[in-house]
């Protein structure tokens, strides 16, 4: 299949690939070393890559500190930077002062895409949220907003609170394993004309190879023990690496683009960049794909990934998320 040079996602151009950045600073990722993390961005940045995503609770803001610092060292217009606000201060009240403060960390004049992490609880005016985003526009603090976690249900009511502005994209679990947004989710967004961000594209790196669940992100979650114990799943991927000869990353990294989505790919290790770059080259045949698709069909069928229960007040989730990520 021709491999896509750019996409556009709202009002921008990028290659279809982004570096994630959860990794870099997180308790349940466990160490890593700044050093090497800012060196891999600017790595993945200097090779064309040119979205890169992070979120004011990864590390409670040292994650954004080290985009910043990586984007002291290779600065250019044509990156893309899209942070989140935490679902659980997604408050009218909140929302420009988290902005404000993300901007800031990260160095920027204006944050490139603003995304809601995770839908708020059931206890929130989300419609004054979503005006209180589409104001940020209007501010100069972000130059789109979007969504993340947000299933076609959610995506329909944030919708109709809209005024002025779009929601340019929804960042949800999507990969091999976890193929629940092609159900209803993909085809509505296209119908927006919305981008569909996904993360967990390696499923924490079992789709690429990792069997050892040797943190608490990889040991919690179940598309890496999927990933991880699906054996005619890992042989088709090995194969099909081993006959293009790029890392097997590469071509699961490759499936989700022709898909149409815009995969995530967390890297914290400058050994990691190469994968990203050999995908967006990678040409892979329509039978490699479709044999890919035949052996993750079942997936297609599962729960769509929701990171949190929407029943549980906001000051809950904030505490318990400062504890694990
Ligand atoms: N919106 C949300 O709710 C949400 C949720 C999760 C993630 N995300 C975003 O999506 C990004 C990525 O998703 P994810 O965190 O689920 O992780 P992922 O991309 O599925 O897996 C990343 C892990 O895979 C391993 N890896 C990376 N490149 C590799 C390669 N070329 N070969 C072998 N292993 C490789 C690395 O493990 P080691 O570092 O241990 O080597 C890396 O930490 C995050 O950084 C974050 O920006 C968003």
Redesign the pocket.
Known sequence: MGAAKHVTLGSWRIKPVGI????AKSRV?GSSEPKEVIEAIVDALTEGVNLI???EAYGWGRSEELVGEALKKYRSNDILVAT?LAGCNALPSKVVKHAEASRRRLGLDAIGLYQI??PPSNYTDECGVIREMESLIDRGLTHMIGL??YDSKDLSKALKCLRKHELVSD?V?Y?LVQRAPERELLPALGKEGMALIG???????AL???AKADNLARFLDLSFRTAARNIDLQEAVKEISGRHGV?R?AVVIRWSIEKGAIP??????KK?V??LVEALNLNMGEDELIRLDELTHMYVGRSFTK?VPRSIPNRVICSLSKLLL
């Not at 994630?20 to 990794?23: A, D, E, N, P």
């Not at 993360?199 to 790196?205: E, H, N, Q, S």
């Not at 995530?264 to 290790?269: A, D, E, F």
């Open positions: 994630g950045t959860w990794q990722w995503d992070t979120a989140k992490h995770w993340s976690n960042q679990e990969s993360w967990g594209t390696l499923a924490k790196g690429a190879g990792k890392s990353a995530l790919v967390g890297v914290r290790r990691h190469k994968s990171v």
